[in-house]
């Protein structure tokens, strides 16, 4: 007998690369489905991302989703889990009750160094660079209330050489996270 399809919502602010390497990797899959993308940017490439894969797209308000997370709109879409793939708002605590160990993230560094509050995309480089730091890499966590707090899944690390810059480490961090982030989603539904 085989199990029902599992349906993921994707949260991101951006270009959507990391959902678009989901979104491929789970297109032909009969145990789970991208099946909405939650945005906060109506410039955000995601949005095209989306367009072009035929998935739909909640865009969202600030005040509404820090009172409701949304909950009404993830349960139509039967949301068994809560990707967050370059999602800059702070998810709410209604939200995390209601998907307690079903929200994840991933974090450019390798956690708990180069993570809270502000650290996103080159500030996170910029601050691994700066610390001299002989490696980096990739967290996939789950969320709690704490900014890039929640207990680990998996890591992956890359080297970071001297002549490295905030672009070529994110060239590095962008590979890792595209070599891993479906997988790991993929094992995490697979394990309930």
Same mark, same amino acid.
């Given at each position: 007998?085989?199990?029902?399809?599992?349906?993921?919502?994707?949260?991101?602010?951006?270009?959507?690369?990391?959902?678009?390497?989901?979104?491929?990797?789970?297109?032909?899959?009969?145990?789970?489905?991208?099946?909405?993308?939650?945005?906060?940017?109506?410039?955000?490439?995601?949005?095209?991302?989306?367009?072009?894969?035929?998935?739909?797209?909640?865009?969202?308000?600030?005040?509404?989703?820090?009172?409701?997370?949304?909950?009404?709109?993830?349960?139509?879409?039967?949301?068994?889990?809560?990707?967050?793939?370059?999602?800059?708002?702070?998810?709410?605590? &209604? /939200?995390?009750?209601?998907? @307690?160990?079903?929200? %994840?993230? =991933? +974090?450019?560094?390798?956690?708990?160094?180069?993570? $809270?509050?502000?650290?996103?995309?080159?500030?996170?480089?910029?601050? &691994? /660079?700066?610390?001299?730091? @002989?490696?980096?890499? %990739?967290? =996939? +966590?789950?969320?709690?209330?704490?900014?890039?707090? $929640?207990?680990?899944?998996?890591?992956?690390?890359?080297?970071?050489?001297?002549?490295?810059?905030?672009?070529?480490?994110?060239?590095?961090?962008?590979?890792?996270?595209?070599?891993?982030?479906?997988?790991?989603?993929?094992?995490?539904?697979?394990?309930?």
């Amino acid at each position: 007998m085989s199990s029902p399809v599992k349906h993921i919502a994707i949260f991101a602010s951006g270009a959507g690369s990391n959902a678009r390497q989901i979104i491929n990797y789970f297109k032909n899959s009969d145990r789970a489905r991208v099946s909405l993308i939650v945005c906060n940017n109506p410039n955000a490439g995601v949005i095209q991302v989306a367009s072009h894969s035929g998935i739909p797209v909640l865009m969202i308000d600030k005040k509404i989703f820090a009172a409701t997370g949304y909950l009404d709109e993830l349960k139509k879409y039967d949301i068994n889990l809560v990707v967050l793939a370059g999602f800059l708002w702070k998810v709410p605590p &209604v /939200l995390i009750h209601a998907y @307690k160990n079903n929200i %994840i993230n =991933i +974090h450019p560094s390798l956690l708990p160094k180069f993570g $809270g509050k502000g650290m996103y995309g080159n500030a996170v480089h910029e601050a &691994v /660079l700066a610390s001299k730091e @002989k490696q980096s890499g %990739i967290s =996939i +966590h789950f969320v709690d209330e704490i900014y890039d707090h $929640g207990a680990i899944i998996f890591q992956a690390s890359c080297p970071v050489d001297e002549n490295d810059t905030p672009e070529s480490l994110a060239n590095k961090i962008h590979a890792l996270e595209h070599r891993y982030y479906p997988g790991e989603i993929e094992k995490l539904l697979l394990s309930r």
